[in-house]
């Protein structure tokens, strides 16, 4: 028996990709094993969203080869769909693209059977792939949150962004399987489901065809509008209403989708948690314009806005690029000015970085790293303000976690979860009780650390 060692770089898309690799080649009989262990096989599902990405994706592709240099190195996904150069790389023995690893087993045997000198490729050119490539997880490995992958690809063609041209447009999960895939989760166990993919919110988009025709009105073409919200949302509904399922979460969402009606829909599901991720990347028109984002910073207010109207102080969470070409120090005041007065729960905060193949990459106005870095300490110390602020406004509240890990703090054991917002909570375990997977309703009554609230022990 072989053993394989497997390690991801990169989305949540990705992660549920090799968790899905993992299962089938452990249905084939190969050992997994640590990946700093002395494996046979090493995979490594990459990523190549940025050049840093990139450099990881090779670091990670050098170390499995320099651990052991007999082993057969497989990079599979974005890296190697990214250009024809990663793929020469010569630690790499097999090169898989995106739209094959489902079939990952079955690549590996052949290619074991069949082992020459240099490195084999399987990366098809994934812009000819108009049908989504069904994966999916069969087992439970203990944990309680299962991300769902509903799509792949992307339209968008965001000026700094590669992704487009290696995972594809995009292409839609049937909703038969999805639920199939969610059923067989909840009949194992998971409680919470995260409903994700590369561009959700174009969920639907490629059911609409050149024949439907009711995709016109008044002259307007809806799609990317109107359909896709009717897709995903009746999706939700139906994941929600599978039997055993008590949280649904969203991945992350264009502020174009939400509307008054979406909302309200998303509002009447009970198992919905109130945690969204609206992708913002800048509060400056211009640099949105120079982003190729389709919306106004106004227009992003509003939809918060619209959010917490419906919704009773949702947790709103965001994505912000510092320091894109072009930006003048008053486009990012403008940007920091907007990120207060939206005032979010938490924001990824990412310097830009220049990427190969993107219109950005050629744009005037390239800044400094030692500008970038500045900026982006700027707005991660307004991020911690705004996220204590979010936490701290949770004091006093009844509120209920889903427990997920016994954790060791300050010489005590404690339950670990998170709530429906996705704060951190935890409450001491007292007892032998075992309350992984459970649902715990309990008052917080201050911090255990900085970053996650203390919760009255159930039932107290």
């Known amino acids: 028996m072989k053993s394989v060692a497997l390690h991801n770089l990169g989305c949540k898309v990705n992660a549920y990709e090799l968790e899905v690799m993992r299962q089938k080649l452990q249905a084939k009989g190969y050992e997994i094993v640590p990946f700093e262990s002395n494996a046979d096989i090493y995979i490594i599902n990459t990523c190549t969203v940025t050049n840093i990405a990139d450099r990881k994706s090779r670091q990670m592709l050098h170390r499995a080869k320099h651990v052991n240099p007999d082993a057969v190195v497989v990079a599979v996904g974005c890296y190697v769909q990214a250009g024809e150069e990663n793929r020469k790389d010569p630690c790499i023995d097999l090169a898989i693209g995106n739209n094959r690893k489902k079939d990952i087993a079955e690549i590996l045997e052949a290619y074991l059977q069949e082992r020459e000198d240099g490195a084999r490729e399987n990366v098809p050119d994934i812009s000819c792939e108009r049908v989504y490539e069904e994966m999916r997880m069969e087992e439970s490995d203990g944990h309680t949150r299962a991300y769902i992958k509903v799509q792949d690809g992307c339209n968008q063609f965001c000026s700094y962004c590669i992704i487009p041209f290696v995972r594809g447009r995009v292409r839609s999960r049937r909703e038969e399987d999805v639920l199939a895939e969610v059923e067989g989760l909840a009949k194992k166990g998971f409680r919470e489901v995260v409903v994700t993919g590369i561009h959700l919110s174009s969920y639907g988009m490629d059911f609409i065809g050149e024949t439907d025709g009711d995709y016109l009105q008044n002259g307007k073409d809806l799609r990317g509008t109107a359909f896709e919200r009717a897709y995903l949302i009746s999706l939700l509904e139906k994941v929600a209403a599978v039997e055993g399922i008590r949280r649904v979460r969203l991945g992350s969402l264009e502020p174009r989708i939400i509307t008054e009606e979406f909302a309200r829909r998303l509002a009447a599901i009970p198992q919905l948690c109130p945690h969204f991720h609206l992708s913002l990347q800048s509060g400056c028109d211009a640099t949105l314009k120079r982003m190729n984002r389709h919306y106004t910073a106004e227009e992003y207010y509003e939809k918060a806005r619209l959010l917490r109207r419906v919704f009773e102080r949702p947790a709103i969470t965001t994505d912000v690029i510092v320091g894109f070409p072009g930006e003048t120090e008053e486009e990012f005041e403008e940007t920091e000015r907007f990120l207060e007065k939206t005032d979010f729960f938490e924001m990824h905060i990412f310097k830009y970085s220049r990427?190969?193949?993107?219109?950005?990459?050629?744009?005037?106005?390239?800044?400094?790293?030692?500008?970038?870095?500045?900026?982006?300490?700027?707005?991660?110390?307004?991020?911690?303000?705004?996220?204590?602020?979010?936490?701290?406004?949770?004091?006093?509240?009844?509120?209920?976690?889903?427990?997920?890990?016994?954790?060791?703090?300050?010489?005590?054991?404690?339950?670990?979860?998170?709530?429906?917002?996705?704060?951190?909570?935890?409450?001491?375990?007292?007892?032998?009780?075992?309350?992984?997977?459970?649902?715990?309703?309990?008052?917080?009554?201050?911090?255990?650390?900085?970053?996650?609230?203390?919760?009255?022990?159930?039932?107290?």
């Open 355 to 460: 990427r190969k193949g993107t219109v950005a990459d050629k744009l005037p106005g390239q800044l400094t790293d030692a500008e970038k870095t500045a900026r982006s300490a700027r707005l991660f110390a307004l991020e911690r303000r705004q996220s204590r602020a979010f936490r701290e406004a949770c004091l006093g509240e009844e509120t209920e976690i889903l427990a997920e890990e016994k954790k060791r703090i300050g010489g005590r054991d404690y339950w670990i979860g998170h709530t429906k917002t996705y704060v951190k909570a935890a409450f001491l375990a007292e007892g032998d009780k075992d309350w992984q997977n459970c649902l715990v309703t309990g008052t917080a009554t201050g911090f255990l650390t900085d970053e996650i609230l203390l919760l009255n022990f159930p039932g107290k």
